[in-house]
Structures are given as C-alpha cells and as structure tokens.
C-alpha cells in the first residue's frame, strides 16, 4: 500500500514554523532588553577564568561536588551581576576563600575575585588578589615530592 504525502499539512507546519522564526528574530520593543540566551555565560569559550583542569571538573564525567560548587559560584555571580550588586560578587569569592581550602575551588575563586576587581579598573587589588593565589600555589608545589625522587606506594 503506497502512503501519499499531505503536502498541504506540511505547508502549513513550514508556514507555522516561519512564522515562529520570523517572531524570535523580530528586535525587542523599544525599551526593553532582550534576555540573555539561556545560561550562555556558563558557555563563555574561557569558562569565567577556568583553567583546563575545572572545566573537566564542572563537565567531565567526575562532576561531583567541585563542579556543583563552581555551577553555583557562577549562577550567583550571574544573578548579582544581573540585578547590579557588583559588589556581591568579590563578596561571594572572598566568602569561598574563607570556607574552602579545596585547590581547585580556591583557585577558581582567586581567578574569578581578581577578574570582579578588575572591573572596576582597580589592578592594583586584582594583582594582590592574583600574587596571593600564586603564593599559596608555590606552597602548595614546594610540599610535593621532588621531581626527581621516587614516590612511595
């Protein structure tokens, strides 16, 4: 048994659908802002200051509680950002400074504090800010087993 196909059904579904694209490329009304896409500041090609290893952290298949904790870093930074309390934001890293002493998280909110302060144009706090995390990454690098010197297992 051959099926015909309904070409008026599908016209009128390439009728409806160019109708919805038309609609979503129309510029907002005077006055208002478009939204942002859905969630395309987590999709920024640099991660917001991630460094190769936290992006695997946030996405790779070992998400855990590290990629939960920078996912909800970034939401809160986007929402404060979004309702204009800038000032929240170094807040918020200073705040996971003080909570954590997780390396990848510190790291990450070191990256993300320095970049809040720089912002404003004041490099001299996003260099301390940027010196410190250096600091304590030396340390953390200074503790390790010599390069040279066999591990014990």
């Known amino acids: 048994m051959k099926r015909t196909l309904a070409i008026p059904a599908l016209g009128g579904l390439a009728l409806a659908l160019g109708l919805v694209v ?5 510029p907002p009304a005077p006055g208002m802002a478009s939204p942002p896409p859905a969630q395309s500041w987590m999709h920024h090609p640099d991660h917001g200051g991630m460094r190769p290893g936290m992006r695997h952290a946030m ?3 070992m998400m855990g ?3 939960a ?10 929402l404060y950002r979004a309702q204009g309390h800038v000032d929240a934001v170094a807040t918020l890293y200073r ?6 002493r997780d390396p990848l998280l510190r790291n990450f909110a070191y990256a ?4 809040a302060e720089l912002a404003p144009r004041n ?10 995390a250096l600091d ?3 340390k953390a690098v200074a503790a390790l087993p010599a390069s040279g010197t066999p591990v014990r297992r």
Do not use: K, Y
């Not at 904790?69 to 986007?78: F, G, S």
């Not at 993300?112 to 970049?115: E, F, H, I, S, V």
């Open 112 to 115: 993300r504090l320095a970049r």
């Open 69 to 78: 904790a920078i996912r909800d870093m970034l939401a809160l930074e986007h």
């Open 59 to 61: 996405h790779g298949p």
């Open 22 to 26: 038309a609609g979503a490329a129309e």
């Open 136 to 138: 304590e990454n030396l």
């Open 95 to 100: 705040d996971v400074l003080a909570r954590s």
């Open 65 to 67: 509680p590290r990629g």
């Open 123 to 132: 490099t001299g706090a996003a260099i301390l800010t940027l010196r410190q």
